[in-house]
């Protein structure tokens, strides 16, 4: 497929003039002056670029398939701001018009955790999540909305840094991953254990808190993935979504992140909150809320609760 890339250019980040603060030793100031970047600077430039582009390449010839209806099966219109996404006329989702077929294949260790995401290989990404705040704010997420609902499932659980944080605080936890080289990993270097397959079609056993953290824009079913977590989930349980959300009104879509969400290798669905709601009553699970502010966005955050014990009180 080449029609997305071309598409996908408006995304990409112009050439930056790069502001170099110079000292005046005589008056004691600093004063800054766009500089061009130096030959150094260009050929790590002309590198990464060379890596990004053969990167692509590999993945382009995945097989994909092709997709012209949304998830609730709506129509889908064009999208201007890359045509390689379409816009679904019922619940307003972006929708990947070919996405790649062998999902095991590209969330493969070596592919997905050592290229997709060389700049934070799996190795490197606890650490990612402890510096950035995005591990924090799970755990604050899980102790105010879960309470005492201990039994915890992680669906895409790598690099497994959540439920090894979860199980040294004494809850129950189960991950899962697609990959079997990855589950290895997580569970040799967090102790936890995990169940090897790809979600929806996993056998697992039943929870009382079940988190997915940037996962369902990756599944190509989000109505049987949201109708498995309702399965899953015992009565008053509850599940913490957090995927793209197109929630700001912005124009592209997601603004400056648009060209990380709009990923036509990755992403499948950007939702909206009128698709999670959908998803939502789809699968019997209320909405607990969709004010939750992310750590970052492009990370938004739905949480829904399992009906039929109101002895569990929500969050
Ligand atoms: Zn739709």
């Known amino acids: 497929m080449s029609s997305g890339y071309r598409a996908g250019q408006y995304f990409k980040k112009k ?9 005046n030793a005589a008056r004691g100031t600093y004063r800054f002056f766009l500089r061009i970047p130096g030959p150094g600077e260009c050929l790590g ?6 890596a990004q582009w053969r990167l692509r390449r590999m993945l382009s010839r995945i097989p994909r398939v092709a997709r012209d209806r949304c998830w609730c099966g709506g129509e889908l219109l064009p999208f201007r701001w890359h045509e390689g996404f379409g816009r679904c006329a019922k619940c307003g989702s972006y929708v990947n018009r070919q996405p790649i077929r062998d999902l095991k294949r590209l969330y493969s260790s070596p592919l ?10 799996i190795e490197s990404r606890a650490d990612l999540y402890r510096k950035d705040g995005r591990l924090e704010r799970w755990l604050e997420l899980v102790r105010r909305f879960g309470q005492d609902r201990r039994r915890v499932i992680e669906v895409g659980c790598a690099p497994g840094v959540l439920l090894a ?7 129950h936890c189960l991950g899962v991953e697609p990959d079997e080289a990855t589950a290895k990993w997580i569970h040799e270097s967090c102790g936890v254990e995990i169940v090897q397959g790809l979600f929806p079609d996993v056998a697992l056993p039943g929870c009382e808190m079940l988190l997915a953290l940037d996962v369902l824009e990756h599944s190509a079913e989000p109505e049987a993935f ?12 509850i599940a913490i979504i957090q995927c793209p959300i197109d929630r700001y009104r912005l124009d592209p ?3 400056e992140e648009a060209a990380l969400a709009f990923n036509e ?11 999670m709601r959908e998803l939502g009553r789809r699968a019997g699970l209320e909405v607990v809320t969709l004010d939750e502010k992310p750590w970052h966005m492009r ?6 609760r399992k009906p039929g014990d109101e002895g569990l009180e929500q969050g």
């Not at 944080?165 to 809850?171: H, N």
């Not at 990370?299 to 829904?304: D, F, K, M, R, V």
């Open 15 to 23: 050439l930056r003039w790069l502001p170099a603060p110079c000292f």
């Open 165 to 171: 944080e979860l199980q040294a605080r004494g809850y």
């Open 45 to 50: 430039r002309m590198r990464r670029g060379i």
């Open 112 to 121: 997905y955790w050592h290229r997709v995401q060389e700049h934070a290989a």
């Open 226 to 237: 949201m109708v498995r977590i309702a399965q899953l989930l015992e009565p008053g349980g």
């Open 299 to 304: 990370h938004e955050l739905c949480i829904y």
């Open 253 to 255: 879509p997601m603004g």
């Open 265 to 275: 290798f990755e992403h499948l669905f950007i939702f909206t909150d009128a698709a």
